[in-house]
């Protein structure tokens, strides 16, 4: 289930506050329109932009807005739950055959969880279905990391092109010593487009990549799950072994359940045998 992810607008409003605050503490309100400058703007975007142009393609790039969008929202994985609906599939399909889960696996929406069970369904063998569904975890991580990579590009680029409006701003003032009055506004430029591109690349894109990072590592470990689960059921494995095969996966906050009894695994084992 996807819910906003409050964390990312917050982290980056909290992050501009905190230097605009340590700006006015320091020389008030005055001193903090100084930090503002069109022309050191127009050097870091505008170098980003063509960057980002030269670097990729139309159709990556359209891709951006989407990107940086999934990070302002948090994928919940609910694992508890998906043990208990592979431990229902595993004792319905020890009952009455892997053939009638079909009828199960219509109320089931994630399509992954799906895909798997039809396969074992079909009487597909068990290396096969792990061939398939790492294929597709492969493929997945493919495309995440495709678009990782176009944050990463753009947290490399911005802090080269403050660089750049740097070195164009100590130009313009070296060219102007005889100049008091253009020293000002040029070392403006100098100083502004570093701390901008900094700002961009360190509070935006940098940090943008790296939750997309831990989402995709999120997903990867949920798929793995689902695949333990598939071939648990496939397999024929006594429900209450499938569940303690899968509870492994569960957080310390997520096994709320009481542990299994010696008894019953002994019980479990025997009849698994």
């Known amino acids: ?3 906003l992810d409050f964390l990312t607008p917050f982290g980056v409003v909290v992050g501009l506050l905190f230097v605009a605050f340590a700006i006015i503490t320091n020389s008030g309100f005055a001193g903090f329109t100084s930090f503002l400058d069109v022309s050191s703007v127009l050097v870091v975007i505008g170098g980003l932009m063509a960057a980002m142009l030269i670097s990729f393609s139309i159709k990556e790039l359209k891709l951006l807005g989407k990107v940086m969008r999934q990070t302002f929202k948090e994928e919940t994985y609910d694992l508890k739950s998906l043990v208990e609906t592979f431990v229902s599939l595993s004792e319905r399909a020890r009952r009455e055959g892997l053939l009638a889960l079909e009828v199960d696996l219509e109320k089931v929406d994630d399509p992954f969880i799906k895909k798997g069970m039809l396969l074992a369904v079909d009487g597909i063998e068990p290396d096969v279905i792990v061939d398939i569904m790492n294929a597709e975890i492969i493929a997945l991580e493919e495309r995440h990391r495709k678009n990782k990579s176009l944050l990463e ?13 740097t070195l164009i701003g100590l130009v313009l003032m070296l060219k102007n010593l005889n100049d008091p009055t253009s ?15 900094s700002l961009l690349a360190n509070l935006v894109f940098i940090p943008m990549a790296s ?3 831990l989402k995709t590592e999120k997903e990867v470990f949920v798929k793995q799950v689902i695949i ?4 648990g059921v496939q397999s024929g494995q006594n429900p209450k072994i499938l569940e303690e ?3 492994v996966f569960l ?4 096994l709320s359940k009481p542990e299994k009894k010696g008894a019953d695994l002994e019980e479990a084992a025997i009849d698994e045998a």
Do not use: D
């Open 183 to 197: 020293l000002g506004p040029n070392m403006a430029i100098a100083l502004l487009t570093t701390l901008y591109g």
């Open 228 to 231: 333990e689960g598939v071939i």
């Open 245 to 247: 095969k899968l509870r």
């Open 251 to 254: 957080s310390k906050e997520e």
């Open 153 to 165: 590009k753009a947290g490399e680029y911005a802090p080269s092109w403050g660089m750049i409006g």
């Open 211 to 213: 939750k997309l990072a």
């Open 1 to 3: 289930m996807k819910k």
